[in-house]
């Protein structure tokens, strides 16, 4: 079992940056693969982007070019940084970590005035 716990999520004006964190309770943590996803009421979680063990980020289109996945295994910390948000970036965000597959209980970022 390992845990995952989100944070850095609020609210948050259009156009603003945010940096979400997620810590994980692993001491493999180098290892793994880890991924960020969101979720909106009455839709399925959305894939963001993950990172590999190599450091080899891959994103969906839909935040490709304004978020950034990186990683800190000195810290077993995996972060989505999240420039030129959106209101329609407003969501539950959850990080994700292979194998294993395990979820964080996911951070409210809501983006609005």
């Known amino acids: 079992q390992v845990q995952l716990r989100e944070s850095g999520g609020g609210l948050v004006q259009p156009g603003g940056s945010l940096r979400l964190s997620c810590a994980a309770s692993?001491?493999?943590?180098?290892?793994?693969?880890l991924s960020w996803y969101r979720q909106t009421p009455g839709k399925e979680r959305e894939f963001l982007g993950t990172?590999?063990?190599?450091?080899?980020?891959e994103y969906a289109d839909s935040v490709n070019g304004r978020f950034i996945i990186s990683r800190d295994n000195s810290k077993s910390m995996v972060y989505l940084q999240m420039n030129s948000l959106k209101p329609e970036d407003t969501a539950v965000y959850y990080c994700?970590?292979?194998?294993?597959?395990?979820w964080g209980q996911g951070t409210q970022v809501t983006v609005s005035l």
């Open positions: 692993t001491n493999l943590f180098r290892i793994y693969t």
């Open positions: 994700f970590i292979q194998p294993g597959s395990y």
């Open positions: 990172i590999s063990p190599q450091y080899v980020t």
